[in-house]
């Protein structure tokens, strides 16, 4: 078990560390004669870069993808896709600070506790800069799945939330503001939020709700790759994820199961979609919609009592570059990482060649 490879089928190994010389990766299993829009891959490599507005980490990375292989004339070979992202503002010299402390719910200790050894600057390995490499596999994987759709937006900052069911919000809107809320009125309160926040040097959680349109009945498999089992782990692995829901989630436990079930109707369509698309690990042919939970940021620009390698209590200064709130830029890494699954997911059930099935099929 590395840890570091994601996928059956359709998989992404990454590479590097937050300060390092470059970041990347190795896509495996992709179909051959897939014509790919490269601007489209870096238009999605853009909504996660850092520095895009005042909300979030100023650190100035342009991001830019540079494919090695796989990829003749724009077409998809069927061979490997190796490509990099170089690391051009890295600024090692903030962390100097922490060679030898552990700074409060991060990696630091544990790191240091399973290996013996840790890259202190960004947190390494840990850091979510990682999560660069996830987009360039997603990117790829929505070109392939089209016309299925993907769409993931900023649902709650703290204690403000879009009280709106998915159903009534124009998803248009998710970029027309820097929370990537599709209900600007309370985008202007998120963004106030993170804002005070940042001034006060601490940082605040939230929620990202993720809705996957046109979904073909039948992915996922019983008993222990059902296709909610799959997504779950696929957002648990993204830096600073808490929890995920499908459905009705947590306030489906207060209904009775009169109330709760989806009725299913003529061409097997449901009345309802309480169960968020997926039923016995499934997909049913609905809406696929769930939540996923992200803490505050770790890091804030406060001192906080830790300890270092020598077991002493010492005193950790908040120092470097980093995001008060991480929801705005972790929407194309939720739905990335859900394209990841879904694509390997669509393969198993129609083969290697699944995703011109599944075209054909619509």
């Known amino acids: 078990m590395n840890g570091n490879t994601f996928g059956n089928y359709f998989s992404l190994t990454t590479f590097g560390e937050s300060h390092g010389e470059a970041l990347g990766g190795i896509i495996d299993g992709c179909p051959a004669g897939v014509v790919l829009d490269m601007q489209a891959i870096q238009k999605e490599m853009d909504r996660r870069k850092p520095g895009q507005s005042t909300l979030v980490t100023q650190r100035k990375e342009a991001d830019e993808v540079r494919f090695l292989s796989g990829i003749f004339e724009g077409i998809t070979t069927g061979t490997p896709i190796g490509f990099t992202i170089e690391n051009t503002n890295s600024k090692s010299k903030d962390y100097e600070h922490i060679k030898h402390a552990y700074r409060p719910s991060h990696a630091d200790y544990v790191y240091d506790q399973k290996y013996g050894i840790r890259d202190y ?33 900023v649902s709650a900052v703290g204690d403000i939330r879009v009280e709106q069911p998915y159903t009534a919000l124009n998803f ?3 970029e027309s503001n820097a929370v990537r809320c599709p209900d600007p009125k309370v985008a202007q309160a998120m963004e106030e939020l993170i804002r005070q926040v940042k001034k006060e040097g601490d940082s605040v959680g939230g929620v990202i709700t993720c809705v996957i349109q046109q979904v073909p009945v039948g992915l996922g498999a019983p008993v222990f790759d059902k296709l909610d089992a799959a997504l779950a782990k696929a957002m648990l692995s993204i830096n600073a994820v808490k929890g995920v829901e499908f459905g009705s989630g947590f306030a489906g436990t207060q209904l009775r199961g009169s109330q709760h079930n989806d009725i299913l109707l003529p061409n097997g369509i449901t009345a309802t979609n309480n169960a968020g698309g997926i039923v ?4 049913n042919g609905m809406d696929i919609f769930f939540n996923v939970a992200f803490k505050p940021t ?15 209590v010492v005193t950790v200064e908040g120092k470097g ?15 990335s990482m859900a394209a990841l699954v879904l694509l390997d997911m669509l393969i198993e059930q129609y083969g290697r060649q699944g995703w011109k099935n599944f075209q054909d099929k619509k």
């Open 321 to 335: 570059r980093h995001d008060a709130c991480v929801l705005p830029r972790a929407v194309p890494i939720v739905e």
């Open 172 to 174: 248009s809107q998710i």
């Open 121 to 153: 600057r960004g947190g390494g390995r840990s850091s979510a800069r990682e999560t660069a490499c996830r987009v360039v596999g997603g990117a790829i994987a929505k070109q392939i799945l089209a016309p299925m759709q993907i769409t993931a937006y």
């Open 298 to 312: 770790a890091t804030i620009m406060k001192d906080q009592p830790s300890i270092n390698a020598a077991n002493e």
């Open 280 to 283: 016995g690990g499934i997909s």
